[in-house]
């Protein structure tokens, strides 16, 4: 393997590459250490899988939850699934774009936050919901998204 490789990618593909569709388990495992997949890694995973890059990429780029750069200092998930929909996650939604400065799937420009749409966060008899930073919240009112990322920003 390349002397370049990050540690982490490095150690995805020496402990998961011989799993039947190791591709997936891979992605997650170098996106869980990093933060995002390098796209730099993107030839070592071909190679060790015997895939093309395009068959990586095209999988990196299907899933809106791999990144190929590397997240805000804090990741915002929002859930925009039917539950949330109907407790009024679209209100939200424009909130928390307007508090962070970020559109779904982008960080805002100053680096403090990734937002991610994403389709259930398993807690709709709490809706709306949302993740910050791994952290599940429930109930979640415009005046207490901003409470949640101020705690988040200062801990």
Known sequence: ????????????????????????????AIQDALGYVPPEAVPAIAHALNLSRADVY?????????????????????????SCQAMGCEALAQHVKTRTGA??????????????????????ACSPAVMIDGRLHGRVTPE????????????
């Open 58 to 82: 095209g999988v990196i780029t299907f899933y809106r939850h791999f990144r190929s750069a590397p997240p805000g200092r804090h990741v915002v998930q929002l859930c925009r699934a039917e």
């Open 1 to 28: 393997m390349s002397q370049s490789l990050h540690p982490a990618v490095e150690r995805a593909l020496s402990e998961l590459k011989a799993l039947p569709g190791a591709l997936l388990p891979i992605l997650h």
């Open 144 to 155: 207490r998204f901003d409470r949640l990322l101020r705690e988040a920003e200062t801990s």
């Open 103 to 124: 559109d779904f799937h982008a960080t805002s420009a100053d680096g403090a936050v990734t937002l991610e749409a994403v389709y259930c966060l398993g807690n709709c």
